[in-house]
């Protein structure tokens, strides 16, 4: 008898620690664009150097299941996230027997099996009910899987509208990662750089691609290839070169040390200010070659004012001499 109690005690003891092992699953995305923190409205460059920004960008992901703890697989079902980056992203997946996140797969859009649906079957607050502006093109049609809307050209005055749909574009994605239990809770992070989604699409001269086909299929193959990552990517392909690192000095990487606006700047004049209080300090122009234009020494602790820049994208970086950090940020100048 004593043996039967100690068997039934040990196991009622595993079961307590299976459940006290589950941890919050929970997914954070963290908005980029051209590896800077995201912002509507202002000036980034494509992979393939064309000037665009952006004023709407949402899209959903679906289907989301993380490969955990030696090759398990746990899918978290009946789950629609509508991803809209004038927000934070932080969604609560569930709570599971997880440990250790090894990596993350998805799909960008809505499953085949309710993307036809309509959307007033869905209780309203719900990612697939109605929203506006919409996100559901028809019933059959289905839903807006992306939409990116923004101005294109050196200039930023032509009008692009990507709203990317249909079945047969979607697509799986998957991202290698490390993600480990934490006071109860599992953050998987991603960042998701905008810019390369339009990695291949010109919008230079305005462009509406609204369905399945064209620079539609383009953006949603950019979505599954390259817009997602464990790591803040930089692309290699661009031809922007980072000026030189002086000696000694590291980037700032908590704390924004200026910020220019308007972006583009208007009429060859650039106009900084300070988002710091520094003493000591050096502004420097770049072209994207790398090439150093022009140089000033500031306190930066007012607004300063560049004039007489000619029309281009530019590279503009402040280094705090006292602090011994730097912040490098790109500017179009019209």
Known sequence: MKKVLFIALFASLALS???????????????????????????SETPDGRVFDLDRMEYYISEISVTHDGGMVTA???LWILVDASYATNEFLGQESIEVVESV????????????????SWPSGHPLYHQSPSMHWGWTAGYRFVAMEGMGSENLNQVFEIHALGDENYFENSVD?????????????LFADYAQALKGVNTDNGLISHGSTGSSIT?????????FASELQVDSDTNDTVPEIPAGIHSSEN???????PNPAENGTIQITSLESSTDGMLSLYDLAG????????????DVEWSGVCPGVYLIRYTNLGLRTQQIQKVVVH
């Open 17 to 43: 620690h299976s459940v006290s092992a589950q941890n919050n699953i929970l997914l954070k995305i963290n908005h980029v664009l051209d590896g800077e923190d995201f912002a509507f409205n202002t000036a």
């Open 177 to 189: 990662l490390t993600a480990e239990a934490e006071n109860g809770n599992i953050t998987i992070a």
């Open 105 to 120: 797969s998805f799909s960008i859009g809505v499953d085949p099996d309710h993307n036809h649906l309509d959307p007033s």
């Open 219 to 227: 953006v949603l193959e950019n979505f599954r290839d390259h817009v």
């Open 76 to 78: 978290f079902e009946d």
């Open 255 to 261: 704390n924004r040390l200026f910020a220019v606006y």
């Open 291 to 302: 090439n150093l234009l022009s140089q000033q020494g500031t306190a930066l602790n007012k």
